[in-house]
């Protein structure tokens, strides 16, 4: 691999990474909530999320800060 490559191949995981963090992934910030809460709905037409919001007090604080990124 030359150093050209390798240095790009740096900057795309950098990149990625910082995106990452600022904007959390609710399937995997939710996972806990979701079991918890919503496991009988089915996935398809935002049906997860409106459960998700509906039982917004109760979730964790990853779960919805998670949640307000996708409104952004």
């Known amino acids: 691999m030359s150093k050209l490559t390798f240095a790009a191949f740096i900057v795309v995981a950098a990149i ?7 904007s959390p992934d609710p399937r995997g910030a939710c996972k806990v909530d979701y079991d918890k809460f919503c496991a009988g709905i089915a996935p398809g037409g935002g049906k997860i999320i409106a459960c ?3 039982k917004r007090d109760q979730l964790s604080a990853t ?5 307000d990124s996708r409104k952004k």
């Open 52 to 54: 998700l919001n509906a």
């Open 63 to 67: 779960c919805k800060a998670a949640l």
């Open 16 to 22: 990625s990474g910082t995106a990452s963090a600022q």
